[in-house]
């Protein structure tokens, strides 16, 4: 009699619907292929997929990382994770049993054993911290999700940017009243816009980092502060209506708000005196940046030393349309030293960021030399041309980038968040 075929067994990587923001960048960063998306949900292909991780330390969300134990013959298909709303749970699966019970035999996890596929794990590659700063906050995590979202009052919505500035965007407070939404520095929050999509499926979360400090938008209050820009177009230019922007945008004091989170374990700011902060952002990218700022101004402001520098690199198209153009101009110049970037601005030559920080070289290198955390965030596009502008700034002063980079990645002192 022939012994019964082994039951196969794959750790089956899959997205959280629920918790997905849909930015693509696992998409991008998948070196095999494996991630695909139609238009509503991103999905792992079981066939191509070899567990590499590679995606896993870029997703602003963590929604990512689910894992699921499956015989290989049984694994969820494309289509199957195309239709889903929100991920199955794990069922106890045949063969599992069996699976260890020959894994223990031969003297291994099941997991080591070839009873379960082999996959390669290859340490993440992304060239940004998936750890926080040693000395950041211990940040609360995913207290809220879809089925038991919270919900926020609508305590302000004014509009950051000239009247006839050509992008509309806001700085909304959110009031959570008597309910605990606690939140650091450098994570972001779900919305969840009322309706559903041309599918007659409820819109999927977006997600919007906090623009303010911890201790609330207005001291000793349990309220937050985000920068929204209305979308009205594709990145490609295409008119479209940005379903959780023009939402947000358009909301009046008083209005409720359905919140999930709060999100983001890494991009938190250090808690020790000493510690420099380099800031680079474009647009509504300064979200987080304003809220470390301001945390590190009400300090000062409470004569907390303030032994470390905070640098900040800032794009924007105009003047007009850098969002809190006006209360960063106030700030003094020994507290923050500010490099501003415009693009668009008529009889000046179009600057970016990177042209900034390459102005300032030795600065910056000096900067990078110390006790220093690296946070950049905005426009997925600035992210090569500003890592290009670092490395020349470390060459010029005598630094090796790659070596230094790296050392940054591993001590959770360089952050990207970009879209
Ligand atoms: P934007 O107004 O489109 O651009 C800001 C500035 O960046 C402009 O001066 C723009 O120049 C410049 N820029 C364009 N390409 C660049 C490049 N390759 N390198 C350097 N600078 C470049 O910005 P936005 O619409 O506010 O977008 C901000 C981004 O931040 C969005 O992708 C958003 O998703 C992301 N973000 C937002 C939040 C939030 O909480 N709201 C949080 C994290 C990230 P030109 O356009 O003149 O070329």
């Known amino acids: 009699m022939n012994a019964p075929e082994p039951i196969v067994l794959i750790r089956q990587h899959l997205i959280d619907p629920e918790v997905c923001i849909r930015c693509n960048t696992c998409e991008e960063t998948c070196p095999v292929d494996a991630i695909t998306h139609d238009d509503r949900n991103y999905v792992v292909d079981p066939d191509i997929c070899n567990a ?48 260890g019970a020959a894994a ?11 009873v379960i596929e082999a996959v390669q794990v290859n340490a993440a590659t992304s060239g940004s911290s998936s750890r926080p700063p040693w000395s950041a906050a211990h940040p609360y995590l995913n207290l809220y999700m ?11 919505n004014f509009r950051l940017t000239a009247a006839d500035a050509e992008s509309d965007i806001r700085h909304i407070v959110l009031d959570f009243g008597t309910q605990f939404f606690p939140v650091l520095e450098g994570q972001s929050i779900g919305i969840i816009p009322p309706g559903s999509d041309a599918n007659g499926k409820p819109h999927y979360l977006r997600m919007y980092s906090v623009a303010s400090p911890r201790d609330g938008e207005r001291e000793g209050y349990n309220n937050l502060s985000l920068t929204v820009k209305r979308v009205m177009e594709s990145p490609d230019g295409q008119a479209i209506k940005g379903v959780g922007s023009n939402y947000l945008c358009d909301l009046q004091k008083g209005d409720t708000v359905r919140v999930t989170g709060p ?25 987080p940046m304003r809220a470390m700022t301001e945390h590190h101004r009400r300090l000062v402001a409470k004569g907390h ?35 501003l970037a415009f693009s668009r601005v008529p009889g000046q030559p179009r600057t970016y960021v990177q042209d900034r920080i390459r102005a300032a070289g030795p600065k910056v290198a000096s900067l990078l030399s110390g006790d220093t955390y690296v946070y950049l965030c905005g426009l997925k596009g600035m992210e090569a041309g500003v890592i290009e502008a670092l490395r020349e700034c470390c060459t010029a002063a005598g630094m090796d980038w790659n070596t230094l980079h790296t050392k940054m990645v591993e001590e959770g002192r360089f952050h990207v968040e970009t879209y």
Not at 104 to 114: I, L, R
Request: overall charge negative.
């Open 52 to 99: 590499c991780n590679a995606c896993i330390s870029p997703c602003p969300t963590g929604s990512i990382d689910h894992w699921r134990t499956m015989p290989k013959a049984a694994a969820y298909s494309l289509e199957a994770q195309f239709s889903w709303d929100e991920l199955p749970v794990q069922e106890e699966v045949v063969g599992e049993a069996e699976a």
């Open 146 to 156: 879809i089925k038991n979202a919270v919900t926020a009052t609508v305590a302000g």
């Open 104 to 114: 223990a035999a031969a003297g291994g996890t099941p997991e080591e054993n070839d």
């Open 263 to 287: 999100f983001g374990a890494s991009f938190l700011m250090p808690n020790h005196t000493g510690a420099n902060l380099l800031m680079i952002c474009t647009g509504t990218g300064s979200a």
């Open 305 to 339: 030393p303030q032994a470390g520098k905070l640098m900040l690199f800032f794009g924007a198209r105009k003047p007009e349309e850098l969002p809190y153009f006006g209360p960063l101009r106030k700030l003094p110049a020994d507290f923050i030293d500010q490099h």
